[in-house]
């Protein structure tokens, strides 16, 4: 049964920075691509970043490209999503999820495109 667990979440001023962190169990780890969401408060789900199974390649949604960078440690089966430059707009639940297949790319920016899905951690950003 395939798990995931993110960490890392938490209260930050504009300007600060965090990293989170996603733990996954159950299958191995380093075959499958990997990608972090979030969902502010009454909005939809949307992309957030993408990495494939090797981490070889990723993908950014516009608005966090120069300021969030995912990567992953296959020998911790861990992904991270650093956030640097944070932004009150950046308040939300950040997930991070899995795709289905194996040798995924970092193309699958659709939630559609994930199978398995963390609970979650809250990101919080004041200004």
């Known amino acids: 049964q395939v798990q995931l667990v993110e960490s890392g979440g938490g209260l930050v001023q504009a300007g600060g920075s965090l990293r989170l962190s996603c733990a996954a169990s159950?299958?191995?780890?380093?075959?499958?691509?990997m990608g972090w969401f979030r969902q502010p408060v009454g909005k939809e789900r949307e992309f957030v970043a993408a990495?494939?199974?090797?981490?070889?390649?990723?993908n950014y949604a516009d608005s966090m490209k120069g300021r969030f960078t995912i990567s992953r440690d296959n020998a911790k089966n861990t992904v991270y999503l650093q956030m640097n430059s944070l932004k009150p707009e950046d308040t939300a639940v950040y997930y991070c999820?899995?795709?289905?297949?194996?040798?995924?790319?970092?193309?699958?920016?659709?939630?559609?495109?994930?199978?398995?899905w963390g609970q979650g951690t809250q990101v919080t950003v004041s200004s």
């Open positions: 999820a899995t795709t289905q297949t194996r040798f995924g790319s970092s193309r699958s920016t659709s939630q559609y495109d994930y199978a398995y």
């Open positions: 159950g299958r191995t780890f380093s075959n499958y691509a």
């Open positions: 990495i494939n199974w090797s981490g070889g390649s990723t």
